[in-house]
């Protein structure tokens, strides 16, 4: 099977961007694996006919909005992110009527729709570069608003307001101070992704994107409890297997799950399941992302 993908690739003139959360033998026939702004910025400079996405939904939207012309294809039709989904395009609306000063800030992990309404998008990678670089005291933020505490503890002097003020990812929010505690007594640091709760935030030594994590743990020794999805550790125990990382088995999303060898080799062959967004929709969602990325990279 993975023969028959790697000379698919070939014959297609294809890239597969893989996330990090994608299972391990996803991840080992992709060109690049990556976080969302590493797939982002790989997607737009992808000159292959065919770009195949292994993420969710947001991720193979962008991937589109950024590379227009090319086809962007996900192995899954229904791999989504229930964060995303927390913000609304009316959401926005509303919220900018009330604070008509405000910039609107929109985390990559949301709808084409919601970023068309955006004034600039961020990661988790970069949001707080993002909302830095911007004149606006107040800033409107969604649909994370774990990512927006962790926002506005960085830059205490603006106000963030978070759109809509729960929007969360359940597999972040199942970190709990029970897993902090059992971290310790293994005698771990604990690294977290900032979309994990605010309290969990302030025990950990590190806030991370999943691309900052795989970076950052190049260098040091000490045993790292990882907080985001567990696929992160498998990945970080391949690339460095001499260093011990824990992981929480019960951290998983379950879209990100949802492709396998044989979708991606359907995808491959049959170029599907094609992303396809209204133009006025890209145009408007391509200034936000585009401004994202000619301030952080
Ligand atoms: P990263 O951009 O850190 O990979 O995060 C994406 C994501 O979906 C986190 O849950
Ligand atoms: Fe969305 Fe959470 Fe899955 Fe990330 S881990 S893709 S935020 S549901």
């Known amino acids: 099977m993975e023969d028959e993908i790697r000379a698919l690739k070939t ?21 690049v694996v990556g976080d969302s702004l590493q797939l982002a910025v790989e997607a737009r400079r992808a000159e292959a006919d065919l770009i195949v996405i292994c993420g969710v939904q947001f991720m193979a939207e962008t991937a589109k909005i950024l590379n227009p012309e090319r086809k962007v294809v ?17 959401m926005i609306q509303e919220a900018k009527k009330r604070y008509p000063d405000a910039a609107v800030v929109v ?22 570069q993002i909302v830095a670089s911007l004149p606006n005291d107040t800033i ?12 506005q503890r960085e830059l205490p002097d603006k106000t963030i307001i978070p759109l809509p003020p729960g929007g969360h990812c359940y597999v972040h929010t ?3 101070l029970a897993d902090v505690e059992a971290a310790r007594k293994k005698g771990s640091m604990i690294v977290c992704h900032p979309e994990c709760p605010p309290e969990i935030q302030e025990q950990a030594d590190l ?9 950052g743990a190049i260098g040091g020794d000490e045993p790292w409890s ?10 970080l125990r ?13 951290a998983v999303c379950a879209d990100m799950k949802k492709i396998s060898l044989v979708d991606l080799k359907r995808a491959l062959e049959r170029e599907e399941h094609e992303i396809v967004l209204s133009r006025e929709v890209m145009n408007r969602a391509h200034r936000a992302i585009e401004r994202m990325i000619a301030v952080g990279t």
């Open 207 to 215: 806030i991370m994107s999943t691309g900052g994590m795989i970076q």
């Open 140 to 151: 409107l933020f969604g649909p994370d608003a774990n990512l927006a505490a962790y926002v």
């Open 107 to 128: 985390y990559v992990n949301s709808t084409a729709e919601a970023k068309a309404l955006a004034d600039i998008t961020c990661t988790s990678a970069n949001a707080v």
């Open 238 to 250: 391949v690339l460095y297997p001499g260093r011990v990382f824990y992981e929480k088995p019960e």
């Open 174 to 176: 199942g970190f709990t």
């Open 11 to 31: 014959k297609k003139n294809a890239i597969v961007l893989v996330h990090n959360y994608q299972p391990m033998e996803i991840q080992a026939l992709g060109d």
């Open 74 to 90: 996900i192995p899954v039709p229904d791999a989504g992110c229930p964060l995303a989904d927390f913000l609304t395009p009316e």
């Open 226 to 235: 990882i907080f985001t999805e567990r696929e992160v550790v498998s990945r």
